[in-house]
């Protein structure tokens, strides 16, 4: 962990691409970290039928072919996502298509589901199931190649191979760089993504949809209840956005692209609890944006969110940001006189219903 973190500063002077490619290369050669014994202590989580160590997880975007799961779980994270994968191989969109926002802890991007495609990221996690595995949930992030003429079909053809494999399924729906995308989380285009993927399999683990932030309020109850009818088990709130908080600063702040950081935080924590009072404990949820501290973790589980997800800042701090999370979030959970996640869980939903 001492060697990554003094590689930070010069990282944070590359390329922000080329640098994520040498931090997936760091964590393939095992210099990532190891949670210390105890690190998760008193942190445990139950949701979607499993058990977490703890309920930080990596967001899909991060290890989009399925590389590094295991240095990732090994690091201290209680779950891991990778992907998103698309049917066939992609490149992406045009470079440059990543910017760091120093000062505002954020990032934006405009990637373009760049990804080896679904045989290679098959490939590799068939191969860490037959060896010795990896040591916590792991999540497969699914979307479509950009020339893509039947969703659906894609959709449950990316489900139908990655089912036996994956502890739980995600139907990324909410990528802002994939054009029409964002199109398929209308009622009648997801219910149609949704029939598709229930046919696909008669068995399949647990599967989440993810939706943008941009989304309007007014949207969300047909949203929901698409979902709920459809057969999923849960939601991601939420992935990046679109629209540009007005006090956004920095030579990059006007690319186009998804913000995420810590710019995304009150918005996505808003839509949770939204969410969960529509949803009202009939889907699972993992509450993603703009987490910066343990106190941003406890503010999405009070929301109603099961777990949750980084990748911003885990990508500016390194390795040393997840046994900070954990203390913070131990030291919030004291503070506000929980004396665990469960009890915590939803508690400002129903203190607002209360008032």
């Known amino acids: 962990m001492l060697l990554q973190t003094l590689a930070l500063p010069a990282l944070r002077r590359l390329d922000p691409e080329k640098a994520h490619h040498l931090a997936l290369r760091a964590l393939q050669l095992g210099l990532g970290g190891a949670a210390r014994p105890g690190e998760d202590d008193g942190l445990a989580v139950s949701a979607m039928g499993m058990r977490f160590s703890n309920p930080i997880g990596i967001a899909a975007g991060f290890d989009k072919d399925c590389r590094v799961p295991v240095p990732l779980a090994r690091a201290g ?7 998103t994968v698309t049917p066939l191989p992609q490149e992406g969109n045009e470079r440059p298509r990543l910017f760091r926002l120093p000062e505002e802890g954020a990032v934006i991007n405009r990637m373009g589901f760049n990804n080896e495609g679904l045989e290679r990221f098959s490939q590799r996690l068939r191969g860490l199931r037959a060896g010795s595995g990896i040591p916590v949930p792991f999540g497969a992030n699914v979307g479509i190649n950009k020339n893509s003429d039947d969703p659906p079909r894609d959709y449950a053809a990316l ?61 969300l109850e047909a949203i929901v209840e698409a979902v709920v009818e459809g057969g999923a088990d849960g939601l991601i709130v939420s992935n990046t956005l679109l ?24 918005r996505s924590t808003a839509m949770l609890a939204r969410v969960a009072s529509l949803s009202a404990g009939r889907l699972a949820l ?15 589980i009070r929301a109603g969110a099961d777990l949750v997800q980084v990748y911003t800042r885990y990508s500016i701090e390194g390795p040393a940001m997840l046994p900070r999370l954990k203390r913070e979030l131990r030291a919030a959970l004291r503070a506000s006189g929980f004396r665990d996640l469960a009890e915590a869980r939803g508690t400002a939903l129903a203190a607002r219903r209360s008032a």
């Not at 993992?286 to 999405?300: F, R, T």
């Open 77 to 83: 994270f209680g779950f891991v996502e990778a992907g």
């Open 159 to 219: 489900v139908q191979e990655l089912a036996p494999l994956a502890d739980y399924l995600v139907v990324n729906v909410s990528s802002p760089n994939t054009p029409g995308l964002r199109a398929l989380q209308q009622v009648e285009p997801l219910r149609a993504v949704l029939t598709a993927v229930a046919g696909a399999v008669s068995e399949r683990p647990p599967l989440l949809v993810k939706l943008a932030p941009d989304l309007a309020d007014e949207a």
């Open 243 to 266: 629209a540009r908080p007005p006090h956004l600063r920095g030579r990059h702040a006007g690319e186009s692209g998804g913000l995420s950081g810590a710019p995304l935080r009150a």
């Open 286 to 300: 993992i509450g993603c944006g703009g987490i910066s501290c343990g106190a941003d973790i406890l503010d999405k």
